[in-house]
Structures are given as C-alpha cells and as structure tokens.
C-alpha cells in the first residue's frame, strides 16, 4: 500500500491530535508513524502523519476535512524527493565480552551511538531516514534484542523549498 507523508501545523490546544487522527480512522487510512511536536512558535504543535491508503479521493477528502478543522494552520504532503524525514532509534542488545566488538562494529557502519553499556548488554541510538533504521535492524537481528523503542517519522522540507503557509494562532 502506497504511503503518505503529511505535515499539520496546529493550535497547540488539548484534544487537537484527537481530531486530526480520528479524521484517518475514520476513513480506513492506518496510521503507520504519528509525531507531535512543539515548533518555533509556542502556541503551534506540528504533526507529522504517516499513513497507509490507496483511495486517493479519500485521501484528498481526508486533507481537506483537516484543513477545515478550526485549529489546523497549514495542512501539507511532503513529497519524499523534497523533503528530510528522520526517526531515532534505541535498541538494548544482549552484549557480552564475545559478541560486544562485533556490535560496536555494525555501530560503527551505520554511525550510531552506544549511549550505555553494562556487562551484560548494550544500547545504541540511531537516528535517520526509516530505511536506514530498517536496515540497521535486519543487521542486528543476528543478536538477541532486549528491548527497543522507535519513534516515527518527523519531517520538514528541504531548505530551497519555499517555507510552508504559517497562520499565526487565533
């Protein structure tokens, strides 16, 4: 199923995210990756949307209902080509004294950061485009994953693209 990748500049209001998440259920879109942060500006929250679809019409309905919403600001797709997406990754591996060099080794290849380590295990961050942090973890699959966390995309367009509308906060 093809993916799309949309940007939502909103009120930083309670129950916004709510309503903007709802709008995709509700039309059979699956949310694969949801990210909310603050932006430059305090009273604007950004949401990243990454979901799965393959009615086009009901995705344009879907982005038309959210830019109807009286908290959404700018409601935009990010075209891959045109745009930076990057996730972060932690993993904590089972990491001991005949298996540890190895590992630091595939760490070092993908630059990541072992950012704890004790005698028994080990934890990397990684940060990137969603194949990169894919393929990172086909590579350690070969090695018992303790526990790991990822977060979803979060995205902005490439500096020689005009900067997205900005409707300051009601």
Known sequence: MPKKVLSVLVD????????????????G?????LTVSATNHP????????????????????MKQTAKLIE???IF???P?????RELLLVKLRAD????????EIAEIYRAKIIDLSVSSMVLELTGEPDKIDGFLDVLSTYEILEMCRTGVTALERGWKKDPPHTPAR
């Open 97 to 104: 004294e005949t298996n540890r060099g190895a590992i630091r």
């Open 77 to 79: 797709p990010l075209n």
């Open 29 to 33: 879109f699956n949310i694969d990756s």
């Open 43 to 62: 009273e604007t929250s950004r949401i990243t949307i990454v979901a799965s679809g393959d009615d086009e019409t009901t995705y344009n309905q879907i």
């Open 72 to 74: 959404t600001q700018a």
């Open 12 to 27: 930083n209001h309670t129950g916004v995210l709510a309503r903007v998440a709802s709008l995709f259920c509700q039309r």
């Open 81 to 85: 080509s045109e745009s930076l997406f």
